[in-house]
C-alpha cells in the first residue's frame, strides 16, 4: 500500500472476478472522455457478465494479468497485460492502462505499471512488454520513457479523430 496524501491510501493489487463490475465502470468512463482511447463511446457496450467472462479468461492464463488500483476501497484504475495466441510470439504481449480522471497525476499510473513489470519478470514466459500510445498523449509517453521503456516505430496517422485530424500511433517496448 502507498499514500498519496493524508487522505488517500492507494492498493495495487491483482484484479478478481469480482472486480468486473469496477473495472466496466472505469473503463467506461474512461471511453466516454474520448481522448487517448482508439475505442469510442458509441462502439463500446460490453456487459458486466461479459467483463466477468473477459476476467475469468485473464486469470487463467499464466502469460496475462490483470491488476487493479483501489484509492481507499474504490478501484480507480487498471492495467491489463494481453498476449498472442501464436508460439513465436508467445514470449511478448501488450498492456492497456486506464485510471478515473480524478485520480490522474497522483503516481497512480506509474504504481501500476511497475507492478506489471514485476510481474512480468517474474514471469518465466515474458520476455517483452509492448504498448502503443496517441503521440499526443505526452504524459503517458513521459510516464513510459521513466520506466525504461523506448520507441520502436511510429504508425503515421494511424488514428482519424476527426474528418481532418489524424494522430500518430507509436509503438514502445521494454524487455524484462
Same mark, same amino acid.
Given at each position: 500500500?502507498?499514500?498519496?496524501n493524508?487522505?488517500?491510501?492507494i492498493y495495487?493489487?491483482?484484479?478478481?472476478?469480482?472486480?468486473?463490475?469496477?473495472v466496466?465502470?472505469?473503463?467506461?468512463s474512461?471511453?466516454?472522455?474520448?481522448?487517448y482511447l482508439?475505442t469510442?463511446? !458509441?462502439?463500446?457496450?460490453?456487459t #458486466?457478465?461479459?467483463?466477468?467472462?473477459?476476467?475469468?479468461?485473464?486469470?487463467? %492464463?499464466d +502469460?496475462?494479468t490483470?491488476?487493479?488500483?483501489?484509492?481507499n476501497?474504490?478501484l480507480?484504475?487498471?492495467?491489463?497485460?494481453?498476449?498472442?495466441?501464436?508460439?513465436?510470439?508467445a514470449?511478448?504481449g501488450?498492456?492497456?492502462?486506464?485510471?478515473?480522471?480524478?485520480?490522474?497525476?497522483m503516481?497512480?499510473?506509474?504504481?501500476?505499471?511497475?507492478?506489471?513489470? !514485476?510481474?512480468?519478470?517474474?514471469? #518465466?514466459?515474458?520476455?517483452?512488454?509492448?504498448?502503443?500510445?496517441?503521440?499526443? %498523449?505526452? +504524459?503517458?509517453?513521459?510516464?513510459?520513457k521513466?520506466?525504461?521503456?523506448?520507441?520502436?516505430?511510429?504508425?503515421?496517422?494511424?488514428?482519424?479523430l476527426?474528418?481532418n485530424?489524424?494522430v500518430?500511433?507509436?509503438?514502445?517496448?521494454?524487455?524484462?
Amino acid at each position: 500500500m502507498s499514500t498519496i496524501n493524508s487522505n488517500t491510501k492507494i492498493y495495487i493489487r491483482t484484479g478478481r472476478l469480482d472486480d468486473a463490475e469496477a473495472v466496466l465502470a472505469v473503463q467506461n468512463s474512461v471511453i466516454s472522455e474520448g481522448e487517448y482511447l482508439i475505442t469510442v463511446t !458509441e462502439e463500446f457496450n460490453k456487459t #458486466p457478465a461479459q467483463q466477468r467472462e473477459w476476467i475469468k479468461k485473464l486469470i487463467e %492464463n499464466d +502469460r496475462e494479468t490483470l491488476i487493479v488500483a483501489e484509492a481507499n476501497g474504490e478501484l480507480v484504475g487498471w492495467i491489463v497485460f494481453l498476449c498472442q495466441n501464436r508460439l513465436r510470439l508467445a514470449h511478448t504481449g501488450s498492456f492497456g492502462m486506464m485510471i478515473l480522471k480524478n485520480y490522474r497525476g497522483m503516481g497512480i499510473g506509474k504504481m501500476l505499471l511497475k507492478a506489471l513489470l !514485476e510481474w512480468a519478470e517474474r514471469n #518465466p514466459l515474458i520476455e517483452k512488454v509492448s504498448l502503443g500510445v496517441f503521440s499526443t %498523449n505526452h +504524459r503517458a509517453i513521459s510516464l513510459y520513457k521513466s520506466m525504461g521503456f523506448v520507441e520502436e516505430g511510429r504508425k503515421i496517422k494511424e488514428i482519424k479523430l476527426n474528418e481532418n485530424e489524424y494522430v500518430d500511433d507509436i509503438l514502445m517496448y521494454k524487455w524484462v
